[in-house]
């Protein structure tokens, strides 16, 4: 059986996320421009919230926590995997069909549960409004998700990475149709999205025919192996879904504060670049690497590819984290203000993005120790943490308000995410050796975190001697490009000479791994 190449699948995934993330700035970018902070703005956040919310539980948590596992096995063995996915598609279709058809009748009751301050204003038919089109959205997503999750256990990313590329292309375009055309951009975006969700199915559909695993329709059968399935995936359809439920959180204490959401919103779409660039392609490729190699008892296998995800995932976590904590007001002021946001916006965007930074390194290390669970078929154990964090989420959130008001949810959000990624650490020293980082992790963490404080340092005193230059209209872009630069270079420069990686280590993955990107 063909193994599953890392870094190249790192980069792969990174690289069309990375994509995607682009995009969806220029998306978040357009948004601010041409609707801006406001009720409007609120009101889309919720109702958009709702299907990603629900896709994260079904495709994303539950299935992709469960099913890929599963399927890896049964596909590193030469078992019957088609057949597999075959049934558990058709569970997943005949679930997700029943929840989109309890979601429009229940439509106005889950605004209320998750942005109860939106009662008792015109927020709320807004908000209901836009659910009833884009919460079938749902439907698309989580069978993309299983088609994904096929293709990423077989080794092949590109396809599955790239599909989220087309929701940004899609949303990017119709405003801007819109605003050539006229009428109301919100009404051109929010139908945009199952339209988005229809072409993404399609893509991943076509991929996985091609990779010859061929899916059809088909009526649900209840059996073993899907009772095996579903009891897999419950737990972990939380564990997966903890951030969505603290964000929601987050979105329901700020809800009877106007702008809030849309400022919680836009901070959120900003620190998920790197989360979403580096986390998440590692969290998609560990998981059927992890469970292959233990299916075929290589343990320092395992024990190696859990290390290195975990240093790479460091590489790009923790400068990050840095530069948002260190410099937050020219990026979010450079990006978003224009238009509809102003700088009361840019303010209130910038502390919030400083304080979901803080949180950054642990959301990136839940993507590298979850699949240690879920590997194993252990989805128990991290339910059981993602409860702990809710609770701290929750308790932090709904305490701090009267003291700190629309910024607790952020505060409560980071904190409840380090709280996920100790427990989760402690939880894997029962696993043994491959589940334990190796000394060169240890050792490059330390450096990294090192290269990445002077880089911090680095871009404060850039930024304290540059500041008029990011408020004259015809420089701003280019210093803003400038500082990036120069904290890049400072970053790489120190952490090569402190030994935090070496960029020859990753040149010779690439030349090992070319050829193997699909």
Not at 158 to 163: D, I, L, N, P
Not at 215 to 231: D, Q
Not at 452 to 461: H, N
Request: one cysteine or more; aromatic letters at 12%; glycine letters at 10%.
């Amino acid at each position: 059986m063909k193994p599953i190449k890392l870094i190249s699948g790192f980069l792969t995934v990174g690289f069309w996320t990375l994509a995607s993330r682009v995009l969806g700035f220029a998306r978040e970018i357009l948004i601010a421009a041409f609707i801006g902070p406001g009720p409007v703005l609120d009101a889309f956040i919720v109702a958009f919230r709702l299907p990603n919310m629900f896709r994260r539980f079904f495709a994303e948590g539950a299935f992709n926590a469960a099913f890929v596992p599963a399927f890896s096995k049964r596909f590193e063995a030469g078992e019957d995997a088609r057949g597999y996915a075959q049934q558990a598609f058709n569970l997943l279709a005949a679930a997700v069909l029943a929840l989109v058809g309890l979601g429009m009748v229940f439509m106005p009751g889950l605004v209320w549960l998750t942005a109860g301050g939106f009662v008792g204003d015109a927020r709320f038919d807004m908000a209901v409004g836009y659910g009833y089109i884009v919460f079938p959205y749902i439907l698309f997503m989580s069978l993309a998700a299983l088609f994904s999750g096929v293709l990423n256990a077989t080794g092949r990313f590109a396809a599955a990475a790239a599909a989220p590329v087309l929701l940004n292309i899609f949303a990017c375009s119709a405003m801007a149709i819109g605003a050539y055309w006229g009428g109301e951009i919100i009404i051109w975006l929010v139908w945009t999205i199952p339209v988005a969700g229809v072409a993404q199915l399609g893509l991943v559909w076509i991929a996985a025919d091609r990779a010859g695993i061929r899916l059809r329709p088909g009526l649900p059968r209840w059996n073993a192996e899907m009772s095996h399935l579903v009891r897999v995936a419950l737990p972990a359809a939380l564990a997966m879904g903890v951030t969505q439920v603290n964000l929601v959180v987050g979105q329901y204490v700020a809800s009877d504060i106007e702008k809030a959401a849309s400022w919680l919103f836009i901070a959120d779409r900003l620190y998920q670049l790197p989360l979403g660039v580096v986390g998440i392609a590692i969290g998609i490729v560990l998981l059927p690497a992890l469970s292959r190699r233990l299916r075929a008892g290589d343990e320092s296998g395992a024990r190696e590819a859990l290390s290195r995800a975990g240093e790479f995932s460091l590489l790009l976590a923790v400068p990050s984290a840095v530069a948002f904590i260190a410099v937050p007001l020219p990026l979010v002021s450079v990006l978003y203000e224009r238009g509809a946001t102003g700088a009361e916006d840019v303010a209130a965007i910038a502390l919030a993005i400083a304080i979901y930074g803080v949180g950054l390194p642990a959301f990136m290390l839940q993507k590298v120790l979850q699949p240690l669970y879920f590997a194993r078929e252990d989805t128990q154990t991290p339910f059981r943490y993602a409860l702990i964090a809710m609770v701290v989420n929750a308790a932090l959130a709904f305490g701090l308000k009267p003291y700190l008001g629309w910024i607790a949810p952020a505060i409560a959000a980071s904190a409840a995410g380090w709280a996920m990624t100790l427990l989760l650490w402690a939880g894997s020293r029962q696993m043994g050796e491959s589940a334990r980082f190796d000394t060169r992790f240890s050792q490059r963490g330390l450096r990294i975190c090192l290269a990445s404080l002077v880089m911090g340092l680095g871009l404060y005193l850039i930024h304290s001697y540059t500041a008029a230059l990011f408020n004259l209209p015809n420089w701003r872009y280019l210093a803003l490009l400038g500082l990036v630069l120069a904290g890049g270079g400072i970053y790489v420069a120190i952490g090569q000479l402190l030994g935090a990686f070496h960029l020859a280590e990753l040149k010779a993955s690439l030349r090992r791994n070319k050829g193997n990107t699909d």
